[in-house]
């Protein structure tokens, strides 16, 4: 079937290193984007890509960056992890069709920063 | 930019009985409102959506509301079963882009 996989599914790090997140995603989907979930702070939006050549900056972008290589790919990077970036970490992707289609999202990263 | 706020953000039912969760948005050019649940552990999965130009739409026990003059819409599950216990989040989208806010989520426990 169709999916989105994230990888990886833990991770553990320090401080200060850099860190990054792989999204893949089989739907064809044009469209994808990053959230953060937090205990009670909801999903909020990182950065999110409509194309190769889209990226548009999300609620919460500042300490994060992201890269969309093909189609099929999108990643985010923290370039120098800090505590308070441990959270759960969700990619999803939606179509074009429409004037607005379903989101789909991944399993998660589960990501600690020490 | 949109301002989504979801109340309540723990609701506690009997089996049987019927939950209602309301959330509020700022932005009216806002025009789609989905809403996702998330069963523990796992990820978030659409359940149902309205666009601004419906005031009601159902699906089985499930049924969502639009009022766009008060900005508000509302989820409303019947005959709740202990399956249903998740966190329900609901989001808005506004016109000029596809990206969604989301609610900080209600958990939803349906006791036996």
């Known amino acids: 079937d169709a999916d989105v996989t994230q990888t990886p599914r833990n991770r553990i790090t320090k401080t200060g290193k850099r860190i990054m997140l792989e999204c893949s995603q089989t739907?064809?989907?044009?469209?994808m984007y990053w959230y953060r979930q937090d205990p009670g702070l909801g999903l909020r939006l990182i950065y999110y890509?409509?194309?190769?050549?889209?990226?548009n900056k999300g609620e919460i972008s500042d300490g994060y960056s992201v890269s969309r290589q093909a189609q099929a790919k999108f990643s985010l990077s923290l370039e120098s992890a800090i505590p308070n970036q441990t959270a759960l970490y969700f990619c999803?992707?939606?179509?074009?069709?429409?004037?607005?289609?379903?989101?789909?999202f991944g399993p998660g990263t589960r990501l600690t920063v020490l | 930019g949109e301002n989504v706020e979801q109340h309540p953000s723990t609701l506690s039912v009997q089996e049987g009985d019927s939950a209602v969760i309301k959330c509020t948005y700022s932005?009216?050019?806002?025009?789609?409102f989905p809403w996702y649940k998330q069963e523990l552990g796992k990820r978030p999965q659409l359940i149902i959506d309205?666009?601004?130009?419906?005031g009601e739409k159902k699906d089985q026990r499930i049924a969502v509301t639009l009022n766009k003059t008060a900005k508000h819409f509302s989820l409303h599950i019947t005959e709740t079963q202990p399956e249903d216990s998740a966190v329900y989040f609901c989001?808005?989208?506004?016109?000029?882009?596809?990206?969604?806010?989301f609610g900080k989520g209600t958990s939803l426990l349906v006791t036996p």
């Open positions: 932005d009216s050019a806002s025009n789609y």
């Open positions: 890509s409509f194309d190769v050549k889209d990226i």
């Open positions: 989001a808005a989208s506004p016109q000029s882009g596809y990206a969604l806010n």
């Open positions: 309205i666009r601004s130009n419906v």
């Open positions: 999803a992707t939606s179509d074009l069709s429409g004037t607005h289609s379903e989101q789909f």
């Open positions: 739907k064809g989907h044009d469209r």
